[in-house]
């Protein structure tokens, strides 16, 4: 089982700061099968980035994903005030299949 | 518009069985697979397992096999979770969600429901 440590568990910004999100895999995600979600108070969450650094339909080109192997990395480039929420990363390249979600990351007002 | 669209809130007693649902609409709904995801309160996100209604293959996540079923019936386009004893820890919120590609297991989640809660309580 591929088990995802998403670092920090908490990152306080203002709005306009830059934002760096980490997830890093207890073993090599296959061809960079990586997604990120963010999920707000009471809502489901939503697909930002597939296959690593591909934006899902309609996210804004704030969002950007990288990293491959075992290191991977959501960033936004500045924070708008709609953007403090808990993201999550989740590999799916695993064999045989399991979706696994991180723990989650919640971006906060400072 | 492409859309997933669950059944209402439950509230059971321990023991009890349960079979929540999960419609879609707006896309061929025999060519995607679709799973289930569990969000216990103010935790985070747990995949259950899938199916592809085109033929009714189904994995599990071992934390989840022998624990529930997940079905469906392409005649009307509906997924289905079902437990046949609930337990308190069963209390979350359960969404089902669309895989982002025709036909690849492997995959991420593009579509998800609104969600239903189910309550277990005695």
New interface residues.
Partial sequence: ?IVLTQSPGTLSLSPGERATLSCRASQSV?SS?L?W?Q?KPGQ????LI??ASSR??GIPDRFSGSGSGTDFTLTISRLEPEDFAVY?C?Q????P????????TKVEIK | EVQLVQSGAEVKKPGESLKISCKGSGYSFTSYWIGWVRQMPGKGLEWMGIIYPGDSDTRYSPSFQGQVTISADKSISTAYLQWSSLKASDTAMYYCVRHLHSGWANDAFDIWGQGTMVTVSS
Wanted: glycine letters at 18%; proline letters at 4%; zero cysteines.
């Fill in positions: 089982e296959s099968y997604a979600y999920q489901a969450p939503r697909l597939y296959g899902a339909t999550y989740q799916y390249g695993s064999s299949l399991e979706l696994t979600f991180g723990g989650g």
